[in-house]
């Protein structure tokens, strides 16, 4: 071999730290008084830290004596936790006894077996809790409706009125306390009319009769007619059927009120309700209801008339 090609193997295989001098560490390095510590990562620190933590707890938990017997009766007769504990239990008894809310399907208002079913689960309601039951559109709506039959219909003592659709009645319940004497209520659903009954008792009639039906002549007539809501449960129906019921309920009510109408309706605007019960009814006043905006457009969630019957 040429001696340039030694040369430049040696060369080549030169490291500096080769020749630098370092201290050998004695023994073992991961054990004995020699080792090398590794560095711990962060999460091992804080798994460390979070188990100093828990061992703290423990020894503290340790370190508390047993309670006297004197300290145990305390906290058995102690009346605040007794207080919180027994409205815990009685909370718990009470969801226990409250039967499963009944949610009505849009698509089936219109069927009397829907309205039955929810008006006897309102009856049970109101026998075992007194509790008063659905207030279609709120009580804000229901205030405005007494309101306004209150300012527009003067004589309490002859003005006879009916409440069409009554449901559980209280509008009705509503009407008496404002001293209205001659107060008739009508449902097609059973359960609705046993319902008002026994809510409301006394000597007030309640009828079952259906407002779609082309005889209603067990029905008397009266000045006044309510309609909280019963129009709009009517035209839930499906569409090719719409008109038809439309048209025999203004018919109805045209039939049976002899001076004003108070409609009020979630589903229906203003102009809808105008075109429905023209030329049978014009229009007497609008009561103001809250308005809401959507989309730059503002509108009514709940609208309610007052018609007049024409001749
Ligand atoms: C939305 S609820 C309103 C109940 C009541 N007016 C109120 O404000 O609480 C509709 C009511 O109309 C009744 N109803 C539906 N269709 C009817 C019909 N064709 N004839 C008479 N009542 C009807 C239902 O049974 C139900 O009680």
New binding site residues.
Partial sequence: MRLSIVLLKQVSQFRLTNYIPTRRIPGNVLLGKHRVRRTLSESEKLDMQRRIEIELENMAHLSRPYLTEEEDNLYENDPIRKEREEKALALKRRQEEIPEHIYLKRDL??R?SC??T??EGELNNFNEFGDE?????GKYI?TKLVDAVCRLVIDKETTTIL?????????IQRLLSRGYVHLTG????EK?IELARTQIGSNIQFQV?????SDTSLLDHFDIG?????L???LLCSSDQRKA?REA?VATVHRHIKNLLFL?SCNWTRNELLEFFQPKFSLECEIETPTMSFGGRQGKTVTFLVFKRND
């Fill in positions: 208002l219109d009397v309205w039955d929810l008006y039951g659905e207030i279609w559109f229901l409440d069409i659709g009554t449901g559980n009645g209280h509008v009508i449902d097609y659903s609705s009769i259906d407002m779609t039906a309510i309609d909280k809501g019963t709009d449960a009517i019921k309920y009020i």
